[in-house]
Nanobody, 120 residues
Framework: QVQLVESGGGFVQAGGSLRLSCEVS????????VGWFRQAPGKQRELVAR??????????NYADFVRGRFTISRDNAKNTVYLQMNSLKAEDTAVYYC???????????WGQGTQVTVSS
């Protein structure tokens, strides 16, 4: 079992920044992948970024629409995964979720989500 709690969402103007946090209930090193997803009204949930801890190395992937603007990272001491979001656009408005794939078999564990609203 893995519990995840997101925080850090809010309201920001276009061009601004936010940092989302995902607190994980166990050591990140014991989890295969942690991902950030988002879902905008009327749209399907989509993967934004994911991090795969491998010892001291992080394997990271980004969706094309955030590459160069968002950065995913982890803090093992705090069991927390972050999503730093810069140069935000109105189309980034969505509920952001973090999810965990504990054994490489899919994202089975989800947080409750945090709202990000970007005004144009």
């Amino acid at each position: 079992q893995v519990q995840l709690v997101e925080s850090g969402g809010g309201f920001v103007q276009a061009g601004g920044s936010l940092r989302l946090s995902c607190e994980v209930s166990r050591s990140i090193d014991t989890i295969d992948t942690v991902g950030w997803f988002r879902q905008a009204p009327g749209k399907q949930r989509e993967l934004v970024a994911r991090i795969r801890p491998r010892g001291t190395i992080n394997l990271v992937n980004y969706a094309d629409f955030v590459r160069g603007r968002f950065t995913i990272s982890r803090d093992n001491a705090k069991n927390t995964v972050y999503l730093q979001m810069n140069s935000l656009k109105a189309e980034d408005t969505a509920v952001y979720y973090c999810a965990a794939d504990s054994v490489g078999s899919g994202f089975l564990y989800w947080g409750q989500g945090t709202q990000v609203t970007v005004s144009s």
